[in-house]
């Protein structure tokens, strides 16, 4: 298995503009979580997938920013319209058990909002 | 609501001294525990986890229930253990919180 896949690693785009990433968990893991990571506040959940449900989004910043997960194999995460300070590391990780054991992560993708 | 706590930001050591990496967490469940790395240009991936009790590149870390605790520890470090270190703590529901984050640089 290729591990956790994101897409794009790389964005730079102009504010007001609208942001979507992309997830591929590893085949056969029943949780997804989105996390951000910044110099000041570390890893931050966002929100977080239990077979394709969306369990907790309680960290999602504001109404700005939205994920879904249509099936058990894609996730994404919006951000419309972005804002220079949505400028982060976006995670993606998953794990095979619904409540508990490690997370598998991606490789991230970094976004940077002018 | 659960909450894990590094109290370091930044923590610099010589090769071959000891170094403790602080993890504090607060949930009113029984907490899972883990300690994840990020080396330089790679990915996050687990260091250990407080269930198995095992110790994986020379780092432990024992869970301490009365001080809320799990600090992670290696007796002799070395340059390739320097990198962001991450506490994190799964509650009885699978929430995955994480700390801030510890850069840990061994200096040779």
């Known amino acids: 298995d290729a591990g956790v896949i994101q897409s794009p690693r790389h964005e730079v785009t102009e504010m007001g503009q609208e942001v979507t990433l992309r997830c591929k968990p590893i085949?056969?893991?029943?949780?997804l979580f989105w996390y951000r990571q910044t110099m000041m506040r570390g890893l931050e959940l966002l929100i977080y997938?239990?077979?394709?449900?969306?369990?907790?989004d309680s960290g999602m910043p504001e109404d700005r920013f939205s994920a879904k997960m249509p099936n058990a194999s894609f996730s994404t995460l919006k951000i419309q319209p972005s804002e220079p300070r949505d400028s982060a590391v976006y995670f993606c990780?998953?794990?095979?058990?619904?409540?508990?054991?490690?997370?598998?992560f991606g490789e991230g993708s970094r976004l940077t909002v002018l | 609501a659960q909450r894990v706590t590094q109290p370091e930001k930044l923590l610099s050591v010589f090769k071959g001294a000891p170094v403790e990496l602080k993890c504090n967490y607060s949930?009113?469940?029984?907490?899972?525990l883990f300690w994840y790395v990020q080396y330089s240009r790679q990915r996050l991936q687990l260091l250990l986890r407080?269930?198995s009790r095992e110790s994986i590149k020379g780092f432990t870390a024992d869970l301490n229930k009365g001080e809320t605790s799990f600090h992670l520890k290696k007796p002799f470090a070395q340059e390739e253990d320097s990198a962001m270190y991450y506490c994190?703590?799964?509650?009885?529901?699978?929430?995955?919180?994480f700390g801030d984050g510890t850069t840990l640089t061994v200096k040779p």
């Open positions: 085949s056969g893991h029943n949780s």
């Open positions: 407080h269930i």
């Open positions: 949930y009113s469940g029984s907490p899972e």
């Open positions: 997938f239990n077979n394709n449900v969306p369990i907790d």
């Open positions: 994190a703590l799964n509650t009885n529901a699978g929430k995955s919180t």
């Open positions: 990780a998953s794990r095979t058990g619904r409540n508990t054991g490690e997370l598998f």
